[in-house]
């Protein structure tokens, strides 16, 4: 069973709702979704998963302070053990959504491998955005079974 690891930072809750609507259609594709705060999770969540969704607001056109501190503390942690594990990018934004450049930008220093298309959504996720996150989860449950 693929298990697909998400980590997002959120301010007012829109994130958090993109990154609930994901673990939805990991469950759906008969996935197990794991679910962590940026500043919650460990480099070993990034070791242990088959693939990995990264979700933040837009920041000033950069991703959020929560994720960039996963990204920080798990970067030595993690080097050379995760090449080429699948993972995808969410953003919310209030028009703009350039954030989601930073944080593709970082997975590839990674060596993580890009899965889908990243989902870009503007405020709240509504039904339309739901969907497509979803089918975002699905994706990321298919890359992961495929790697193991
Ligand atoms: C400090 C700060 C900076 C922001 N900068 C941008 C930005 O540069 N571009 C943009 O489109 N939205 C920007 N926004 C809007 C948020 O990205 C947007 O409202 C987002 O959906 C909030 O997500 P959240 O509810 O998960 O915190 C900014 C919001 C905050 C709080």
Redesign the pocket.
Known sequence: MSKVLIV???????????AEAIADGVKSAGGEAVMKDGCQAVPEDLLKCDAVAFG???????M?GGLKNFFDRAFYPTQNAITGKPYAAF?????????VQSIESVAQTFKLNKAADSVL????PDEQAVAGLQELGKKLVAAGNSKT
């Not at 933040?56 to 950069?62: E, G, H, K, L, Q």
């Open positions: 997002y930072c959120t301010m007012t809750g829109n994130t958090r709702t993109a933040s607001y837009d920041a000033f056109s950069y959020g953003v919310t934004h209030g028009g703009g959504g350039k954030a959504v503007k405020g709240r």
